[in-house]
């Protein structure tokens, strides 16, 4: 059985850092391409950050230079950096992966609140 438990979310000062970690389990992170998602009430849920099996990442333009996402394979965790943060950054964020065959699979979420 696959499970992403994330965790790390909370509340932060604008300006702050929070790091996120997911971790797997019932696969392994380097089998598979590993992203962060965020969602806002009443808007889509976008692709923040990914790291692809072979380790190449990608980031949202709106969070590039502020945001970094990093694999763990020891671990088998996934993390995402986030520093420089504005109130648009609010939102639950969610782990997900996606291997070459077979569904993907979603974490529980995680709420990251920025306000002064």
């Known amino acids: 059985q696959v499970r992403l438990a994330e965790s790390g979310g909370g509340s932060v000062q604008p300006g702050g850092s929070l790091m996120l970690s997911c971790a797997a389990s019932?696969?392994?992170?380097?089998?598979?391409?590993m992203a962060w998602y965020r969602q806002v009430p009443g808007k889509e849920r976008e692709m923040v950050a990914r790291?692809?099996?072979?380790?190449?990442?990608t980031v949202l333009n709106s969070v590039k230079g502020r945001f970094t996402i990093s694999r763990d394979d020891a671990k088998n965790t996934v993390s995402l950096q986030m520093n420089s943060l504005t109130p648009e950054d609010t939102a639950i964020y969610y782990c997900?992966?996606?291997?070459?065959?077979?569904?993907?699979?979603w974490g529980q979420g995680t709420q990251v609140t920025v306000s002064s």
């Open positions: 790291i692809s099996s072979g380790g190449i990442t």
């Open positions: 997900h992966s996606q291997g070459p065959r077979g569904p993907a699979h």
């Open positions: 019932g696969i392994a992170v380097t089998d598979n391409a």
